[in-house]
């Protein structure tokens, strides 16, 4: 079997278009949509990220602002940002690009959003919501895995999913979004002893640990679908993911390609959360002014 290639870049676009009439809509009640970027640093994949979300909200007609910050910026002056955003009307997600440098407190930050303009989901209000299966801003990269397997028609309830990794960015929302579908969910991770016993047997395998060539053909089941969300920049400069692509895509039913799957549809579900977020924010002043 030759995998049907998951392109990601094509269902962004098709998902943007989408975006755009919504965007659009807004505008004609007076709401345009803003997202909020803090950047503190100078990591150079993260300049390159933060540079990227801007871009795509002009894309799709949004506002976005980026505020940069040096690395030895005191947390005190990122959270007096935070609050000032938290209160400003134009702004309808705040997102604070990650790692933060080592002396500051990613909780304390991330808590000090808004949960209604936390469009990354990162905020332990929205983690609870994900847990109980209501959360109005489910974390980007495992929203745009999902959006990826629902426009495929690939099917996910009673389907054998196994997660490989942990991290509250993408293993550990990963897990419960596919759980709330009905999956049945193993998670491993890095340390995972045999990791082929578990993924032999899986329908749909997502890897993200950022190990190049973690994945291998013999570790696949026939037919299975294979998400990469593993980004890792090997010794020759060329990007790869965690899946031996060229062997695993002979065997696999569906397989994303690094770059071009699962990477796109992150920024896409950025988005699509900042446009949720606008949309109820335009919701709730409607509903004040009604009963005012
Ligand atoms: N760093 C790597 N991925 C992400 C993400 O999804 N959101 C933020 N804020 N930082 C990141």
């Known amino acids: 079997m030759t995998a049907t290639i998951i392109d990601g870049r094509a269902v962004s676009e098709t998902m943007r278009t989408k975006m755009r009439s919504r965007v659009e809509s807004l505008g004609l009640r007076g709401v345009r949509p803003g997202l909020a970027v803090i950047l503190v640093g100078e990591d150079a994949a993260s300049q390159v990220y933060v540079r990227n979300k801007a871009k795509a909200c002009g894309d799709v007609g949004m506002h976005s602002e980026v505020f940069r910050y040096d690395q030895s910026t005191a947390e005190a002056l990122v959270l007096a940002k935070i609050a000032e955003l938290n209160n400003d009307p134009r702004i309808h997600g705040i997102l604070v690009q990650l790692p933060l440098p ?42 745009g895995v999902m959006a990826l397997l629902d426009h495929y028609g690939i099917p996910i309830e009673g389907c054998n999913a196994v997660v490989i990794g942990r991290s509250n960015i993408v293993g550990k929302p990963m897990a419960l979004m596919l759980l709330a579908r009905s999956a049945t969910v193993t998670i491993c991770t890095s340390k995972t002893r045999d990791l082929s016993l578990f993924t032999k047997t899986a329908d749909i395998v997502v890897a993200a640990v950022g190990k190049p060539g973690l994945v291998t053909a013999d570790m696949i089941k026939e037919g299975a679908a294979v998400i990469d969300v593993g980004m890792n920049r090997l010794p020759s400069g060329k990007l790869a993911g965690d899946v031996d692509f060229e062997n695993v895509r002979e065997k696999a039913g569906y397989i994303t390609p690094v770059p071009g799957g699962v990477g796109p549809m992150t920024i896409t579900m950025l988005l699509a959360n900042t446009l949720k977020a606008a949309e109820l924010a335009a919701e709730a002043a409607l509903q004040e002014r009604a009963s005012a």
């Open 102 to 143: 080592a002396h500051i407190d990613n909780k304390k930050v991330l808590e000090a959003i808004s949960p209604d303009k936390d469009v990354d989901g990162f905020h332990v209000h929205n983690v609870g919501s994900l847990v109980t299966g209501e959360s109005d801003f489910p974390p980007c990269t495992p929203h």
